[in-house]
């Protein structure tokens, strides 16, 4: 059974920092893509961070200079580090596993709720 669960959100004043981590069960972890989505209310889930089992990363604008995406291939763990945090920055975030190769089996986590007072 796939597991992706979640940790480390919570509520953090504008321009705190939190860590987010992703501990994945039942997939073999090295082979997959790690993704970290975030969604707002009434917006669409979008992309903030992604990285491929080398290190080879991306992050959205937004989040480029403020959250750091990385992976702990020997943890099974991915970490979405996010510093300077802003309002805006307020959603549910989601760990999302992605087979490399074909067939690309998504998994998704259950997500963790970020809140960012000013």
């Known amino acids: 059974q796939v597991q992706l669960v979640e940790s480390g959100g919570g509520l953090v004043q504008a321009g705190g920092s939190l860590r987010l981590s992703c501990a994945a069960s039942g997939i073999s972890f090295d082979t997959n893509i790690m993704n970290w989505y975030r969604q707002a209310p009434g917006k669409q889930r979008e992309l903030v961070a992604s990285?491929?089992?080398?290190?080879?990363?991306h992050h959205a604008d937004f989040a480029l200079g403020r959250f750091a995406i990385s992976r702990d291939n020997a943890r099974n763990t991915v970490y979405l580090q996010m510093n300077s945090l802003e309002p805006e920055d307020t959603a549910v975030y989601y760990c999302n596993a992605v087979r490399a190769a074909p067939p690309r089996t998504s998994y998704w986590g259950q997500g963790t709720q970020v809140t960012v007072s000013s």
């Open positions: 990285i491929t089992r080398s290190g080879d990363n």
